[in-house]
């Protein structure tokens, strides 16, 4: 082993997704000597854009951005950067049987009151849960945006119970939120509609955090949701110009720009630790760096439990790190000659999330199949026509379609390879059910299966209703003095967000100042 040069670093980042890069930014910003190591060639994997077919591009695992920090895109003047937005505030449209699909809009009351006089009844009813999502949203949305520091509590009650406290809630929306840490997503739905394809579209939304809509406290997961877009444009659902790869072209501009080390293809062997508290890291090459203060962007297992050298206190965090995820997502990529054949679908409106699950159930027989290890029945997915808004992504003329499909097995029966075809198949054959001809103008289909590309970070919290409700400082700290989390696996729920880079980087820069001072 050597070592890298006789200065020692204020902060070595160990992996270049999204987190990561946001946190080198800010740490450089601040005159930190700062260094980030990402294993492959290109910075930003959580973030791509991919080349599926000659011609073809399209949004690499996060097929739209539902939660981005708009304070780091402000601050790291990403604009100036190259991002643009093709579409913000994306309507979501509820694909029903029949042609009898419902639009909700976002991006306005008055659109919301035009989906009330043309849906009749359950157009009034969307109106009102809206605004009573949105009402709860305001009052967790400081625990969420980071701006509530709360004490580390032993568990997701006392979480609660210490958030909303200091949140100042009045009795009755104190009762009201602790209700909804209880109850199921498809329970809290159930008091605005009857069943059917908009409830369903709805409660789809909780799929990112690993829950099913059946599941105790994933009513709490669609308040999350309406909380980022109660942030403002940029954090409600959107469509980056050029895909998410432009985003992380833009942050890796911004953190170039503010005079962060970048070194791509170098893989981080361990992180050192000596009495108890993270001091730099090795390479795979045998180099040593020394620094401060060590950020990961990687998951809390791949962090403390790969990288964290044997014996220093492995045991214990092994009993804090959640268990690998059991379920996964699968991304099937579409290169069509002409527009999806949606049937009963304006032409705009392909322009919106097409949420594809006609019943509730679906998702939790879904996610029922997968820990059995086997590919569900039904398939819920949510699909998108990038190029409508973008229409760079595909040659003139031609269109791109997403499908997103939740709540399948990480490892199938058999292994992905063989499980693929069947995937593949039994989307096309959903998509086929509500557009009549899709399948004759397909030039190419690419599947990309939970074996192959990036994944979310297991959290340092054991489950997802934890994870949703302790503060930000709760999920970037680790037991290791000096090591923090930057990256999907310290955000509430899996979300290309950028916030915890953003505030592991202030908690960093804090400890390096009273450092100083001492």
């Keep these: 082993m050597r070592y890298g040069g006789n200065e020692k670093y204020n902060a070595v980042i160990v992996g270049g997704n999204i987190g990561g890069l946001i946190a080198a930014a800010y740490l450089a910003r601040a005159k930190a000597r700062v260094v ?6 290109h910075f930003g994997a959580d973030a791509g854009t991919l080349e599926f077919a000659p011609g073809y591009r399209a949004p690499l695992s996060s ?91 032993p568990s997701a009650a006392d979480m609660l119970l210490i958030a909303l406290r200091r949140l100042h809630l009045e009795d009755r929306d104190e009762e009201r939120i602790v209700e909804l840490s209880r109850l199921s ?6 008091h605005w509609f009857d069943n059917g394809p908009l409830k369903a579209a709805l409660a789809f939304d909780v799929f990112p955090s690993g829950l099913s809509p059946q599941e105790p406290g994933s009513a709490l997961v669609l308040v999350w949701r309406y909380a980022q877009e109660n942030g403002g444009p940029q954090g409600a659902v959107c469509q ?13 501009g911004a953190a170039r720009e503010a005079g962060a080390e970048l070194r791509p293809s170098k893989r981080v062997a361990s992180i050192v630790v000596e009495k108890g508290r ?42 804090r790190v959640a268990e690998p995820n059991r379920i996964a997502c699968a991304q099937i990529l579409f290169a069509l000659s002409a527009p999806p054949p949606f049937a009963g679908v304006e032409p705009h409106d392909l322009a919106a999330r097409l949420a594809v699950m006609e019943r509730g ?29 973008d229409p760079g992504l595909a040659p003139v003329g031609s269109h791109v379609l997403s499908a997103l499909v939740p709540y399948l ?20 054959a959903t998509l086929e059910n509500f557009a009549p001809g899709f399948r004759d103008r397909i030039v190419s289909c690419r599947a990309l299966t939970p074996d192959a590309g990036p994944h979310g970070g297991v959290s340092l919290l054991s489950s997802p209703i934890a994870r949703l409700l302790a503060s930000y400082e709760a999920r970037i700290r ?18 290309m967000s950028g916030r915890a880079g953003r505030i592991a980087a202030g908690l960093v820069f804090m400890g390096l100042r009273q450092g100083a001072a001492s």
Excluded at 95 to 110: D, K, N
Excluded at 280 to 298: I, K, P, Y
Excluded at 362 to 388: F, N, Y
Excluded at 409 to 428: C, M, N, S, Y
Aim: charged share 20%.
């Design 36 to 41: 980030l190591f990402e294993a492959g060639e």
């Design 409 to 428: 097995p990480a490892g199938p029966e058999g292994g992905w390879p063989g499980a693929q075809d069947l995937l593949r198949g039994r989307v096309l």
């Design 185 to 190: 997503a498809a329970a809290f739905l159930d």
């Design 478 to 495: 680790t037991p290791i003095a000096g090591l923090h989390l930057c990256g999907r696996a310290a955000e509430p729920v899996d979300a």
């Design 240 to 252: 980056i110009r050029g895909g998410p790869g432009a985003l992380a072209a833009a942050l890796l």
């Design 63 to 153: 097929q739209t951005a539902f939660a981005l920090d708009g304070r780091a895109i402000r601050e790291l003047r990403l604009a100036a950067h190259g991002l643009e937005f093709a579409q913000v505030n994306m309507k979501l449209l509820a694909l029903g049987p029949a042609g009898q699909h419902v639009v909700l809009p976002c991006e306005s009351f008055r659109g919301r009151a035009a989906l009330a006089a043309e849906a009749g009844p359950e157009g009034f009813a969307y109106a009102a849960f809206h605004d009573e999502a949105m009402r709860l949203a305001r009052l967790m949305r400081p625990l969420w945006d980071g701006t509530l520091a709360d004490p580390p509590a």
């Design 361 to 389: 159930e679906i998702a939790d027989e879904a996610k029922g199949a997968a820990l059995s290890g086997r590919l569900p029945g039904e398939i819920a997915m949510e699909a998108t026509v990038p190029t409508i808004a």
């Design 278 to 319: 993270a001091t730099g890291v090795t390479l795979d090459d045998g180099e040593m760096v020394a620094a401060d203060s060590v950020l990961s962007s990687l998951g809390a297992r791949e962090t403390l439990l790969d990288l964290v050298p044997a014996g220093i206190g492995r045991l214990g965090m092994r009993s």
